[in-house]
């Protein structure tokens, strides 16, 4: 069985601050993809990043970054000089590799993220 | 029009109604799937379509029926629903092998 814990629930920061939001989980597969999406209040869950099991580089684009750590099973996310327009709901997800034609993930339960001006 | 549309936005409705949730998909997808978000909880699949056949039934009560006449369209038929039925159901599509879904709105679904 597959699993993503999101241990944090709600972060509070003020702008301008780095912020970190973790994710740890769960897989008997060999090979799979982990993903982060973002939920604005809108509603719609935006694609944020796809990484798989081989690729153990970290990952930067902007003032994103992700760490992934095969050892310790984690695939945190960082925003750098974190901004009011982050402020969403976060998610982690994890499919595996072998799931046919579609990408059936597992999700974690998201971490609400609040910038403050 | 681009990407993933769900009407409506927002849905009252009382546990003997029938109403129906509409998915549309302009992103020559082949998949589509149906996912339901409560508070507090994981995102749950519901169901899955590929090439408009169901692949993917996540064990749901039969009181939520789900339809695809073809690759671009989706619907959630509900009847007789409960008020832990509640919640945000969102529509998804995707396109090759393990590719990253692409999410609607979501319909906001209250059941009194």
């Known amino acids: 069985a597959q699993k993503v814990t999101q241990a944090q629930t709600e972060i509070s920061v003020v702008e301008k601050e780095d912020v970190t939001l973790d994710c740890v989980y769960e897989?008997?597969?060999?090979?799979?993809?982990l993903f982060w999406y973002k939920q604005p209040p809108s509603g719609e869950l935006v694609f944020l990043i796809r990484?798989?099991?081989?690729?153990?580089q970290n990952e930067i684009s902007g003032r994103y970054s992700w760490n992934f750590q095969k050892s310790t099973s984690s695939f945190n996310f960082t925003i750098t000089a974190s901004q009011v327009v982050d402020s969403a709901v976060y998610f982690c997800?994890?499919?595996?590799?072998?799931?046919?034609?579609?990408?059936?993930?597992?999700f974690g339960k998201g971490i609400t993220l609040s910038v403050r001006p | 029009e681009t990407g993933v549309t769900q009407t409506p936005r927002h849905l009252v409705m009382g546990m003997t109604n029938k109403k129906s949730l509409k998915c549309e998909q302009h992103l020559g997808h082949n998949a589509m799937y149906w996912y339901k978000q409560s508070a507090k909880k994981p995102l749950e699949l519901m169901f899955v379509?590929?090439?408009?056949?169901?692949?993917e039934n996540n064990s749901v009560p039969s009181r939520f029926s789900p339809e695809c006449p073809n690759s671009s369209h989706l619907f959630l038929h509900l009847h007789t629903l409960q008020p832990e039925d509640s919640a945000l159901y969102l529509c998804?599509?995707?396109?090759?092998?393990?590719?990253?879904?692409?999410f609607g709105n979501g319909t906001r679904l209250t059941v009194t």
């Open positions: 379509y590929n090439f408009k056949e169901q692949t």
């Open positions: 990484r798989n099991s081989f690729d153990e």
């Open positions: 897989t008997r597969d060999t090979t799979y993809y």
């Open positions: 998804a599509s995707s396109g090759e092998f393990n590719s990253p879904l692409h």
């Open positions: 997800a994890l499919s595996s590799y072998f799931t046919g034609a579609n990408s059936k993930l597992t």
